[in-house]
Every structure is written in C-alpha cells, then in structure tokens.
C-alpha cells in the first residue's frame, strides 16, 4: 500500500530532562521502597501514588519531554512534581496493563476471546497519567479501546479477562464483551462501539455533576478518528455554552482504523479544533505530563468549562485484533516510536537514573506482573459462561413485565424479566 | 443447467452441501458463462461496471480505496482513479449528506456504510432528505443516483454493532428503495439495477456470505428486475420468504422439510420495498400457508408487514396464522448469538406447527 507523503515520527525529544536531588536521599528512599517490599494490593489493583512529602518522601522534579503547546490558554509548566513511590507505582501499573494487553492478544488467537478486541498497549501512559490527576469521583468515559482505561479506574484483572471471554463475572456479566466494561462504584462510564457516540454522553455527565457542586468533573476520550464526528462539535458547542466541567481528550494515535490522521482530517490539530474552546497539546507516552495536563485540565474546567486535551500517542497493535497493523505503516515506524518514545522505558529511565529502584528490581516487578496476569487469565478460564436466561435480562428495568415473542413457535410468548 | 451453489463450512456453521436453483427464466438466461466467485468479488464486478459504463459514477466510504475491510472495492481506486474512488472520515452522517448532495447534480453516489450497524448517524439524511427529495421540490429535484451499500447481519462473533440488521427501519420510508441479494449472481445483478435505478436505493449485502456463497457469476453487464421477488423452490404445502443470508437457512429446513413429506414453496423478496405483493400472494393462494424469517427482531420487523398484508389480502386462503420466525426481541447478544437467531430447527419446527395447524 502506497503512501504519498511520507510519514514523519512525531516529533518529540525522547529523553527527559531529570533533575537529580542529592544521591544519598535517592539511595535511602529505593532501599526503603525496594520493589519486593511494596504491598501487593488485590482489590484495588493500581498503587495510589503517596501524597507528596507528608511520608517524608523526597520530591522528584522532572521536565516533560517537550513542553505543552496551548490554543487560546496559558499552557502549565514543563516541570512535575512526583515521588519515588508514585514512579514506581507508575512502572508497575503501565506494565501490567502492557502485560493485560499482550496476554489478551494470545487468548484471541487462541479462540478464547472472540468477536472484537481492541488493544491499548503504547497508550498506557493516557490511563495512568490521567488516573493520577483526578479522583474516583471525577467520571471517565471512553471509546472501545477501554480494557486499560477499565483498570486505572480500580477494575481488577480477573473480571476483565473474564469479561473478554464472556464469562459470567466479567464485569459487564460477559454481556458486553471487549468493548463494554464499566465501573459505577468509580466512576468509568464505559466502553462505546459506536465511534464518537460516547463524547456527548460525556458532556451529560458533565452537566449532572455541575449540578452536584462536588467539584468533580468528566474527561470525554476520543480517538483522532472520532474527532471528525459532527456529534463531537454539537456536544462541545453546548458544553462552551453553559460552562459544563469536561475535558474532552482527543487520544490521537495518528491512525483511524487504517487511515493516518492527515488523510481524514484537514486539520490534525486536534486539540485546536474546539476553536472558542481552549486546548492543550500534551505528550501522550509521557505519564507526568499527561498528569500535569489532566491536573490542569481539571481546575481549568471547574472554573471555567471546557478544555480539550489532544495526547500525542501511539498504538503498537493495529486497530483491532483482525488488523495486523502493517499494510497502512510501516514496521521501522512502530519500532521506532517503540524505542524513542515507550512510555513504559521512560519511567524505566527516570527510576534508574534517580536510584529509585535497581534495574534488577524492575525486573522482579515485571515478572510479577507477569505472575500476576497468567493467575488472573487462568482463574478467569475456570469461570462458566452466563445462563442462557440472560439474553433477555436487562433489556428493560426488572419487572416490567414486557412480552416479548419467543422464535419457535409463534404461540410461545414470554414475559421479559 | 441449473446454477449451483456451494456453502464451504466455518467456524462453528456446519457445510451444506451443494444445491440446485430450481431454473426460472432470468437466472439460466443471466448464467451462462460464469466463473465461480464469492459474494464480495461479485459486488466489486458490479461497482467495476458501473464505474466503467457511468463516467459520473463514484464510490467512496471509509477505507474504500485500498479495497475495502471486505475487499468489496478492490482495485477500482487503481483503475478509476482517486478522483472517483475515494476514502471519507469517519462520519456517516457528512458521508450520506454529501452523497445526496453530489446525486442530486445528476451522479451516480455510490456511498457505503462500513457497517449497517453504523448507518444510524445518517438515518436523518437517508429519511428526511433522500427520500423526500423529489416530492418536496415537486420533481424538480431528485437524488436518484444515490445507492447505499453496507453490509448487514449476523457474521458467528459480531457482537451488538456488528451483525445487526436494520432493513425494516428504512422500510417504513416511501421514496426509497431497500434490496437485499441472497448469493453473489443475484448480487451483482441487483447492485447495478440499485445503481442505475433512478431512486436512492439502500443495498443491504450479508456479510455472512461475502466469502462463503461462491457461485458462478457471468462476467458480462447484467441487470435482475427490482421489486420483484423469485420463487426459487417451488412447492405445495407452504410459502416461506425470507431474503439474504436467511434464505440458506430456509432452504436447509424446507429440505429436511421434504424429508418429512412436507413440500415447500420458497421465495427470495429480493426487494423489500416496494416489495412484490404479487408473487407472494400468488404463492399463499396456491399453498394456504406462510412463514416468514428474518434475523431483525420479530417486534416491528418486515415480516410483520408481509404477515398483515397478506392477512388482508389473502385472509379466507389462509388455513394456519401467519408464523414469523425472527431474531428475538433483545439487542443482539453477544456470546449467546446461537440462541438468538432464527435457526433452521426453529423453522422447521414452525413449519411442522402450521402445516398441522
């Protein structure tokens, strides 16, 4: 497949600037948070990141890889602060999700998980970075791309490998499939197959909670495919209008389904085409400036309404499982992001090069990880599939007692439960 | 000499064997020398023509040019240019309006819907703007040259948006036309009637079949009659119409049917609207009985309209209810697909309850 123009690597510096505090301090908070010693938490799988200094955890600052570029807004500083923890934290979480992603491609291929799959490995960074800035109160919403989105938000590994294969304790009750996992008790609205659908339904959710004066507020992710949606603009026109609280994030990993970002959109600046809405370019394989942005993000549109977030990222699978990936880029384009820009490297990086941890610490983590996937994959094998009285729950509220017309015969009628 | 056609097995759908068209005029006429093809390869012969004999033909949708996520356009950007054959964004809703804009200058649109579950968006321009075209501006405007093709119905994984089948919500439009082949002869020939028919006609294609159905396909300029359905087995004791994909399953039950004694009269709608009341009724007057199956939910499908307009028409033939064996009222499931389709032993079963009604 031929391509005009050729593609150029977004371009970013890859490495990030550190600012190293004193060594011994370094060294006394890696042996202290040495990776073994850190408490594996099963029900809420991701590590909070500790609070900044009150632990008596020295500060790290680091720089972006590049700094924000704003549309009609004041862009934050480059610089972000984090803690040893929160790093190590940030390596564990991106790598299980890396991990999750990875073991799901098998079981696909394997014909355990059927229909479609979406997988997000390479935009890790989006999940965790946004995940830090916000609380569970704040509400995400999302497209079909949300099994990692599904975990930031306090899912656990077992009910999403469940849900992939359609078991009855997925977290959907295997009635949604890849592409429908949601989390009420944490505020994760799912989980959308159709493209763009999901931007509005964000915006409501914006509107409700402004209602609520709890200070919380809704992000709206979309893909560089779904920004040319017209829904997108209806619903950002209403949110400008009566000030609603959302951030919409504009996912961009420059490829819709097989067609690059410059085929499909006249204009790939994503984050400036809200126009009277103010936007935000940010590094999306960068986990502390995403967390910079989405922090920022947050107060802009408590004050002020909303904001668009446009994530400069990266997907190394295709579009879905039935895409291989490679007939719309080329193989050195994905190695080469996947060596200059994986966000899971950088944080490797910035530990290593802050004492934080050792490299062969990293690697317990990673194998844990590992351990802790394949456990999860296999209690999810054990699980049965739903009963077959669940095609038709849920259609309607209980009880409300709608007949339906069973296909047998046509004098079998049943009553929807 | 009549067509044949095969069914290779996949997946979790068990082979049926190779089975005779019963002949009827058009067909042996339109086979003559074909090559076997499959469904996808047919529709992209169809859209090769059509490109080809209308210089003001064009063909666009999501990802049409490299050849299509099913293949259907396969070498009509290389052959016809980008000019003519070219990719959309991501927007049904801008891809439908667009397409009535430039048919209402006199082309020949031929829009696709990636998926039939997606065509939503566009429901608006589809309902409001094609179909009203020419009777709001008096016929001094129309969009003839607008034809929709997507692709519809239950593919074994597809899952809530990608197997449904919506036909019967554009069936409630007068102004347009909805056609449905049931193999990858028919197809070709239909498209391009779709094509050159001068009303905005959305084409429904089973995804199912794209690769199974092969069949001999001529590869000459054909054209099958719109709005008239074929009668493709021909029997005494019951009338079965279904279109598309179903119509294989109808023809595995009416042949276990036989076994059974029970003889079965088969027809293909072909169009859904404005459908054929005439062959149908013809059919129901000869055997007293009908059933009908689609994959759409059986609430407010267009069986239900078959079945109330054939009640009215042919009420004191008719010895048994009409039956109607459809998807079921749900949103199309997910892991329990099996369940919810209208299958062959729940035809048969049917048609053993009205046959002995």
């Known amino acids: ?417 | 000499m009549a067509t044949t056609m095969a069914l290779r097995s996949f997946g979790r759908r068990t082979s049926i064997a190779a089975r005779g068209f019963s002949s009827s005029c058009e067909t042996e006429k339109a086979a003559k020398d074909g090559k076997p093809i499959n469904l996808f390869s047919a529709i992209n012969q169809a859209l090769h023509i059509a490109l080809d004999t209308d210089p003001r033909a064009y063909v666009f949708g999501e990802d049409v040019r490299f050849g299509g996520v099913f293949r259907c356009t396969t070498g009509l950007a290389d052959r016809f240019g980008r000019s003519r054959v070219f990719n959309t964004p991501l927007c049904e809703q801008g891809i439908v309006g667009f397409a009535i804009g430039l048919a209402a200058m006199g082309n020949r649109a031929i829009a696709e819907i990636q998926f039939a579950d997606y065509i939503y968006p566009a429901f608006d321009q589809i309902v409001n703007e094609a179909a009203k075209f020419r009777y709001r501006s008096g016929n001094e405007f129309n969009c003839g040259g607008l034809t929709i093709r997507t692709p519809y119905g239950a593919v074994g994984h597809g899952g809530h948006y990608h197997s449904q089948s919506p036909e019967s919500f554009f069936c409630h439009v007068p102004g347009l036309k909805v056609v449905i082949p049931r193999s990858p002869q028919q197809a070709k020939g239909l498209l391009l009637s779709c094509i050159r028919d001068p009303n905005p006609s959305i084409f429904f294609e089973p995804k199912w079949l794209y690769r199974l159905a092969v069949e001999e396909v001529p590869e000459h300029d054909y054209m099958l009659p719109l709005s008239e359905a074929e009668v493709i087995r021909q029997g005494s004791d019951i009338t079965l119409v279904g279109w598309g994909a179903q119509l294989s399953v109808l023809e595995q039950a009416c042949v276990e049917a036989a076994k059974e004694g029970i003889s079965c009269e088969l027809i293909d709608l072909r169009t859904l609207i404005p459908w054929d009341k005439e062959t149908v009724e013809a059919s129901v007057r000869k055997t007293g009985k009908l059933l009908i199956s689609h994959e759409a939910p059986v609430t407010g499908g267009f069986g239900a309209e078959i079945s109330a307009s054939i009640a009215e028409s042919c009420f004191l033939r008719l010895e048994a209810p009409v039956a109607r064996i459809c998807g079921l009222d749900t949103p199309f499931p997910l892991v329990y697909e099996q369940f919810y389709m209208p299958t062959k032993n729940k035809i048969l079963d049917a048609i053993k309850a009205t046959v002995n009604y």
């Open chain 1, 1 to 417: 497949m031929c391509r005009e123009k050729p593609f150029h690597l977004p371009f970013f510096a890859p490495s990030s600037q550190i600012l190293r505090l004193p060594s011994s301090s370094m060294a006394a908070a890696a042996r202290r948070l040495s990776a073994a010693s850190l408490p594996l938490r099963h029900h809420h799988l991701l590590l909070r990141p500790f609070a900044s200094s009150a632990s008596g955890q020295p500060p790290i600052a680091v720089e972006t890889s590049v700094p924000f570029t704003g549309h009609k807004i004041e862009p934050p500083s480059r610089l972000v602060d984090t803690t040893p923890s929160e790093l190590l934290s940030f390596f564990r979480d991106m790598t299980l999700m890396r991990r999750m992603e990875i073991a799901a491609d098998s079981l696909y291929k394997s014909k355990l998980i059927r229909g479609f799959c979406h997988l997000y490995d390479g935009q890790e960074a989006v999940a965790i970075g946004l995940e830090a800035a916000i609380t569970k109160k704040d509400a995400i919403i999302t497209a079909y791309r949300d099994h990692c989105i599904f975990l930031a938000r306090g899912g656990s590994l077992v009910e999403s490998y469940a849900e992939l294969m359609g078991r009855r304790s997925g977290c959907s009750k295997g009635k949604g499939g890849s592409m429908h996992f949601y989390k009420k008790d944490s505020g994760f609205f799912g989980g959308h197959g159709i493209v763009g659908a999901q931007v509005p339904l964000g915006c409501g959710l914006a509107f409700a909670q402004k209602y609520t004066k709890e200070g919380t507020v809704s992000f709206a992710l979309y893909g560089d495919g779904a920004a040319n949606q017209g829904q997108l603009f209806e619903a950002l026109n209403i949110s400008a209008l009566w000030d609603l609280p959302v951030i919409l994030v504009c996912e961009n990993n420059h490829y819709g389904m097989g067609t690059a970002e410059w085929r499909a959109a006249k204009s790939p600046a994503y984050y400036k085409r809200g126009d009277y809405v103010p936007g935000l370019k940010v590094d999306g394989m960068d986990v502390l400036a995403v967390k910079q942005a989405c922090k920022f993000a947050k107060e802009y549109a408590l004050q002020n309404g909303p904001i668009i977030l446009e994530m400069d990222t990266y997907r190394y699978h295709g579009h879905s499982m039935s895409d291989p990936g490679s007939t719309y880029r080329t193989r050195d384009e994905i190695t080469g992001v996947r060596q200059e820009r994986d966000p899971i490297e950088r944080i490797r990086k910035l530990i290593l090069s802050n004492e934080v941890a050792t490299a062969s610490e990293l690697k317990d983590i990673e194998k844990e990880v590992r351990k802790e996937v394949d456990d999860a994959i296999a209690q999810a094998k054990e699980i049965p599939m739903p009963d077959p009285s669940e095609l038709f729950t849920n259609v309607y509220v209980k009880g409300f007692g709608a007949e339906v017309f069973g296909a047998d015969r046509k004098e079998v009628k049943a009553v929807l439960p």
